[in-house]
């Protein structure tokens, strides 16, 4: 079951990125849960209104074929993080598993489940928000890449399924089709902290800026995704998405990568990231396993949308992005 509050952990250190080498080889993994309703987790609430900084880490974990031995990992990893004043935590894409088709069937699980439980039981241990990447999920006979998240208290706040899966064919570089296996989820999942409100993708969901554009509408002010970008797309594409969605939106985007293991079948770019409302890019990993922390200010974002204020700007009058579904 899934968990009681407990007092969160006060912020200290540094912005910055911490490499731990695990001297494993891995392979990226994958796996993400379907929007469901959004709940408050138990913990200290701000008196009035968010919370103004918090501390952020992303874990750029390498990822094994053993599935007991990356969970034990990641959890490793998020204790150190929290040890460090972070307030949210995320893992990667497929943090249990190795990324690709062939693995979806093998390491799927059910929510809640063996990782998930585990997921439940650190956070509530060190009493953050964790933002559990993805994982494959099996439901009903279907195949998920899906994301959860578990409060201060071990709750389950939130789970979202990736709603764009990786179908691509760039010829003679990468081929890769996600829905030889998988299955689209249909939601949209934010969840509220005390210092803001967060809005989930899964790393192909990135390309569309729509998602982004339905979440800054919803209030969120920070925006994660799980990703596995690979050679191909990772030096192209990774980080001028998350600058653009960071500027079109003006909220902070924020990617938690697998390490890269050469070796893999399907090899990660790494390179957890975040970047602000300004498109700066306020910490970035290399390639090897690594705790990315940022501290995010919500004051600069403010600073940000006075200074130039494109929402009291947007043209309503002629165009639109709607949300068809809750």
């Known amino acids: 079951m899934f968990g009681q ?31 469901g309703p959004v709940r408050r987790a138990g913990g200290p609430r701000p008196a009035r209104g968010p ?19 990356n969970v034990t990992r990641a959890c490793s ?22 990324y690709g088709v062939k693995y979806f069937p093998e390491y799927a699980e059910k929510i809640p489940g063996e ?7 650190v956070a509530k241990e060190c009493s953050i928000y964790l933002i559990g990447g993805s994982i494959p999920e099996e439901d009903a006979g279907k195949l998920y890449n899906t994301c959860t998240v578990f409060g201060p208290d071990g709750t389950l706040l939130a789970k979202y399924r990736k709603i764009h899966l990786f179908d691509i064919d760039v010829p003679g570089k990468i081929t890769f089709q996600e829905s030889k296996t998988l299955s689209p989820g249909d939601s949209f999942s934010t969840f509220d902290t005390p210092y803001c409100r967060v809005g989930l993708g899964i790393c192909y969901d990135m390309r569309f800026a729509e998602l982004a554009q339905i979440y800054t509408q919803r209030g969120c002010q920070l925006l994660v995704y799980p990703g596995a970008f690979n050679l191909t797309t990772g030096p192209a594409h990774w980080e001028l998405l ?9 909220v902070y985007v924020a990617t ?24 700066e890019v306020l910490a970035k990993a ?11 200010d919500l004051k600069k974002l403010a600073e940000i949308r006075q200074q130039i204020p494109i929402f009291r700007q947007k043209r309503s009058d002629l165009y639109a992005v709607e949300m068809k579904k809750p």
Do not use: M
């Not at 938690?256 to 498109?279: I, L, M």
């Open 115 to 121: 990782s998930t439980q585990k997921l439940s039981e």
């Open 77 to 98: 990893l998020i204790r150190e993080a929290a040890a460090q004043g972070a307030k949210i935590v995320s893992l990667p894409e497929c943090f249990n598993s190795p």
């Open 5 to 35: 509050p407990e007092k969160t952990r006060s912020l200290r250190g540094r912005a910055g990125v911490r490499t731990r080498r695990s001297g494993r080889r891995g392979v990226p993994a994958a796996a993400r849960l379907q929007g």
């Open 286 to 296: 290399g390639t090897e396993e690594t705790i990315v922390y940022s501290d995010i």
């Open 242 to 250: 998350q600058r653009g969605r960071a500027v079109d939106n003006q």
């Open 256 to 279: 938690a990568s697998p390490a890269r293991d050469d070796e893999a079948s399907y090899v990660a770019w790494g390179h957890s990231t975040v970047v602000n409302p300004w498109g």
């Open 51 to 69: 919370r103004p900084a918090f501390r952020l880490a992303l874990i750029q974990l390498h990822i094994s074929s053993i599935k007991s031995e």
